[in-house]
Protein backbone atom coordinates (compact mmCIF):
# COMPACT_ATOMS: atom_id res chain seq x y z
CA UNK A 1 0.00 0.00 0.00
CA UNK A 2 1.80 3.15 -0.84
CA UNK A 3 -0.39 5.53 1.33
CA UNK A 4 -2.16 7.23 -1.90
CA UNK A 5 -6.17 6.54 -2.38
CA UNK A 6 -8.04 7.54 -5.53
CA UNK A 7 -11.34 7.37 -6.25
CA UNK A 8 -13.27 5.74 -7.79
CA UNK A 9 -11.51 2.79 -8.84
CA UNK A 10 -13.63 2.32 -11.84
CA UNK A 11 -15.87 4.89 -13.77
CA UNK A 12 -17.81 4.33 -16.82
CA UNK A 13 -19.22 6.90 -18.77
CA UNK A 14 -20.63 8.05 -22.33
CA UNK A 15 -18.99 10.56 -25.08
CA UNK A 16 -19.77 13.85 -24.28
CA UNK A 17 -19.61 13.59 -20.47
CA UNK A 18 -17.43 14.91 -17.66
CA UNK A 19 -15.98 13.23 -14.35
CA UNK A 20 -13.94 13.86 -12.02
CA UNK A 21 -11.11 12.02 -10.59
CA UNK A 22 -9.86 12.07 -6.72
CA UNK A 23 -6.56 11.78 -5.37
CA UNK A 24 -5.34 11.85 -2.13
CA UNK A 25 -1.57 11.89 -1.58
CA UNK A 26 0.67 10.37 1.32
CA UNK A 27 0.24 12.33 4.64
CA UNK A 28 2.41 15.22 4.42
CA UNK A 29 3.36 15.00 0.43
CA UNK A 30 3.23 18.51 -1.10
CA UNK A 31 3.10 17.64 -4.35
CA UNK A 32 0.62 15.46 -6.60
CA UNK A 33 1.28 14.39 -10.19
CA UNK A 34 -1.15 13.25 -12.44
CA UNK A 35 -0.34 10.35 -15.36
CA UNK A 36 -2.57 8.57 -18.29
CA UNK A 37 -2.08 5.00 -19.12
CA UNK A 38 -3.18 4.06 -22.61
CA UNK A 39 -2.83 1.02 -24.48
CA UNK A 40 -1.20 3.40 -27.51
CA UNK A 41 0.42 5.81 -25.51
CA UNK A 42 1.55 4.33 -22.18
CA UNK A 43 2.59 5.87 -19.62
CA UNK A 44 2.34 9.78 -19.65
CA UNK A 45 2.58 12.50 -17.47
CA UNK A 46 -0.25 15.13 -16.96
CA UNK A 47 0.20 17.73 -14.61
CA UNK A 48 1.85 18.46 -11.36
CA UNK A 49 0.69 20.66 -8.54
CA UNK A 50 3.02 21.43 -5.52
CA UNK A 51 1.21 23.16 -2.66
CA UNK A 52 -1.81 24.10 -4.44
CA UNK A 53 -0.24 25.88 -7.44
CA UNK A 54 0.53 24.22 -10.77
CA UNK A 55 4.26 23.29 -10.91
CA UNK A 56 4.46 21.26 -14.71
CA UNK A 57 2.69 20.58 -17.50
CA UNK A 58 2.71 17.51 -19.88
CA UNK A 59 0.83 16.45 -22.51
CA UNK A 60 -2.86 17.35 -20.86
CA UNK A 61 -5.73 18.25 -23.44
CA UNK A 62 -7.37 21.66 -23.26
CA UNK A 63 -10.48 19.16 -22.00
CA UNK A 64 -8.68 18.08 -19.03
CA UNK A 65 -8.35 20.69 -16.33
CA UNK A 66 -6.65 19.42 -12.43
CA UNK A 67 -6.28 21.39 -9.04
CA UNK A 68 -4.98 21.07 -5.43
CA UNK A 69 -7.03 21.79 -2.52
CA UNK A 70 -5.57 23.18 0.64
CA UNK A 71 -6.09 19.71 2.64
CA UNK A 72 -3.43 18.84 -0.25
CA UNK A 73 -6.16 16.01 -2.41
CA UNK A 74 -6.54 16.66 -5.80
CA UNK A 75 -9.03 16.06 -8.51
CA UNK A 76 -8.55 15.55 -12.16
CA UNK A 77 -11.52 16.93 -14.56
CA UNK A 78 -12.70 15.51 -17.85
CA UNK A 79 -15.05 16.43 -20.20
CA UNK A 80 -16.34 16.46 -23.41
CA UNK A 81 -15.04 12.81 -23.22
CA UNK A 82 -14.00 10.90 -26.49
CA UNK A 83 -13.38 6.85 -26.46
CA UNK A 84 -10.12 7.69 -26.69
CA UNK A 85 -9.93 8.91 -23.10
CA UNK A 86 -10.53 5.35 -21.80
CA UNK A 87 -7.33 5.00 -19.86
CA UNK A 88 -6.18 4.12 -16.77
CA UNK A 89 -5.44 7.55 -14.85
CA UNK A 90 -2.73 7.22 -12.03
CA UNK A 91 -2.14 9.99 -9.38
CA UNK A 92 1.36 10.17 -7.58
CA UNK A 93 2.59 12.17 -4.68
CA UNK A 94 6.20 12.61 -3.65
CA UNK A 95 7.62 14.80 -0.79
CA UNK A 96 10.03 17.27 -1.94
CA UNK A 97 11.11 19.97 0.19
CA UNK A 98 10.29 23.54 0.46
CA UNK A 99 13.06 24.48 -1.66
CA UNK A 100 11.57 22.83 -4.59
CA UNK A 101 11.45 19.47 -6.71
CA UNK A 102 14.26 17.17 -6.26
CA UNK A 103 14.93 14.94 -9.10
CA UNK A 104 16.06 12.08 -6.79
CA UNK A 105 12.72 12.42 -4.87
CA UNK A 106 10.21 8.95 -5.23
CA UNK A 107 6.98 8.85 -6.39
CA UNK A 108 4.17 7.00 -4.93
CA UNK A 109 1.67 6.05 -6.96
CA UNK A 110 -2.47 5.28 -6.17
CA UNK A 111 -3.86 1.96 -7.62
CA UNK A 112 -5.48 4.07 -10.37
CA UNK A 113 -9.09 4.71 -11.82
CA UNK A 114 -10.28 3.01 -14.73
CA UNK A 115 -12.43 4.80 -17.14
CA UNK A 116 -14.33 3.85 -19.66
CA UNK A 117 -15.82 6.00 -22.47
CA UNK A 118 -18.72 4.06 -24.32
CA UNK B 1 14.17 14.38 -21.22
CA UNK B 2 16.83 12.22 -22.56
CA UNK B 3 15.82 8.75 -23.78
CA UNK B 4 16.62 6.02 -22.45
CA UNK B 5 16.51 2.28 -24.48
CA UNK B 6 15.10 -1.32 -22.86
CA UNK B 7 14.96 -4.62 -25.06
CA UNK B 8 11.04 -5.15 -24.73
CA UNK B 9 11.04 -8.31 -22.65
CA UNK B 10 13.34 -10.90 -20.93
CA UNK B 11 12.41 -13.97 -19.05
CA UNK B 12 14.17 -15.60 -15.62
CA UNK B 13 13.92 -18.29 -13.86
CA UNK B 14 12.79 -18.53 -10.08
CA UNK B 15 15.00 -17.66 -7.67
CA UNK B 16 18.01 -16.86 -10.36
CA UNK B 17 19.53 -13.52 -10.86
CA UNK B 18 18.30 -10.75 -13.20
CA UNK B 19 20.01 -8.25 -14.78
CA UNK B 20 17.96 -6.20 -16.87
CA UNK B 21 20.25 -3.49 -18.86
CA UNK B 22 19.08 0.02 -19.74
CA UNK B 23 21.09 2.44 -22.58
CA UNK B 24 21.26 6.12 -21.98
CA UNK B 25 24.04 7.23 -24.17
CA UNK B 26 22.28 11.24 -24.23
CA UNK B 27 22.49 11.54 -20.34
CA UNK B 28 22.82 14.34 -18.53
CA UNK B 29 26.06 15.18 -15.97
CA UNK B 30 22.61 15.92 -13.93
CA UNK B 31 20.46 13.21 -14.67
CA UNK B 32 19.98 10.43 -11.92
CA UNK B 33 18.67 7.05 -13.01
CA UNK B 34 15.28 5.80 -11.89
CA UNK B 35 13.89 2.38 -11.70
CA UNK B 36 10.58 1.87 -11.25
CA UNK B 37 8.49 -1.66 -12.28
CA UNK B 38 4.76 -1.83 -12.67
CA UNK B 39 3.04 -5.21 -11.58
CA UNK B 40 -0.33 -6.56 -13.16
CA UNK B 41 -3.30 -4.25 -12.48
CA UNK B 42 -1.33 -1.93 -10.17
CA UNK B 43 0.28 1.53 -10.19
CA UNK B 44 4.40 1.61 -10.65
CA UNK B 45 5.93 1.70 -7.74
CA UNK B 46 10.33 2.84 -7.03
CA UNK B 47 12.50 0.53 -6.96
CA UNK B 48 16.00 2.06 -7.19
CA UNK B 49 17.72 5.07 -8.11
CA UNK B 50 21.83 6.05 -8.53
CA UNK B 51 23.49 9.11 -10.30
CA UNK B 52 27.30 7.58 -10.68
CA UNK B 53 28.37 4.70 -7.96
CA UNK B 54 26.24 1.63 -7.55
CA UNK B 55 23.78 1.28 -5.29
CA UNK B 56 22.23 -1.69 -3.06
CA UNK B 57 18.68 -1.51 -1.44
CA UNK B 58 16.67 -4.30 -0.28
CA UNK B 59 14.87 -4.47 -3.72
CA UNK B 60 17.57 -4.65 -5.90
CA UNK B 61 21.29 -3.09 -6.80
CA UNK B 62 21.68 -0.80 -9.56
CA UNK B 63 25.40 -1.15 -11.64
CA UNK B 64 26.05 2.17 -13.19
CA UNK B 65 28.76 2.39 -16.16
CA UNK B 66 31.59 4.25 -15.40
CA UNK B 67 30.74 7.06 -18.80
CA UNK B 68 26.90 6.49 -17.31
CA UNK B 69 25.86 5.66 -20.93
CA UNK B 70 24.21 2.59 -19.63
CA UNK B 71 23.21 0.77 -16.33
CA UNK B 72 21.69 -2.15 -14.72
CA UNK B 73 19.05 -3.49 -12.57
CA UNK B 74 20.02 -6.68 -10.96
CA UNK B 75 17.76 -8.73 -8.95
CA UNK B 76 19.86 -10.86 -7.06
CA UNK B 77 17.12 -13.72 -6.52
CA UNK B 78 14.04 -13.39 -8.96
CA UNK B 79 10.76 -14.88 -7.98
CA UNK B 80 7.57 -14.87 -8.90
CA UNK B 81 6.19 -11.38 -7.52
CA UNK B 82 9.28 -9.86 -9.68
CA UNK B 83 7.22 -10.40 -12.91
CA UNK B 84 6.07 -6.90 -14.06
CA UNK B 85 7.05 -4.64 -16.78
CA UNK B 86 10.51 -2.47 -15.55
CA UNK B 87 11.30 1.00 -16.82
CA UNK B 88 14.37 2.72 -16.79
CA UNK B 89 13.92 6.89 -16.70
CA UNK B 90 16.56 9.61 -16.50
CA UNK B 91 15.47 12.40 -14.43
CA UNK B 92 16.88 15.97 -14.19
CA UNK B 93 17.44 17.43 -10.53
CA UNK B 94 15.66 20.30 -11.07
CA UNK B 95 12.80 18.54 -12.70
CA UNK B 96 10.32 16.19 -11.31
CA UNK B 97 7.68 14.68 -14.00
CA UNK B 98 8.69 11.36 -14.76
CA UNK B 99 9.25 10.02 -18.63
CA UNK B 100 8.32 6.52 -19.03
CA UNK B 101 9.47 4.75 -21.99
CA UNK B 102 8.32 0.97 -23.39
CA UNK B 103 9.99 -0.61 -20.48
CA UNK B 104 10.61 -4.11 -20.33
CA UNK B 105 8.19 -7.05 -19.30
CA UNK B 106 10.30 -9.24 -17.59
CA UNK B 107 8.47 -12.61 -16.88
CA UNK B 108 10.05 -15.00 -14.31
CA UNK B 109 9.56 -18.84 -14.63
CA UNK B 110 8.77 -20.94 -11.76
Known amino acids: DSGVTQTPKHLITATGQRVTLRCSPRSGDLSVYWYQQSLDQGLQFLIQ???????AKGNILERFSAQQFPDLHSELNLSSLELGDSALYFC?????????????????FGPGTRLTVL | DAKTTQPNSMESNEEEPVHLPCNHSTISGTDYIHWYRQLPSQGPEYVIHGLTSNVNNRMASLAIAEDRKSSTLILHRATLRDAAVYYCILRRTSGSRLTFGEGTQLTVNP
Open chain 1, 92 to 108: ASSGEGLAGGRGYNEQF
Open chain 1, 49 to 55: YYNGEER
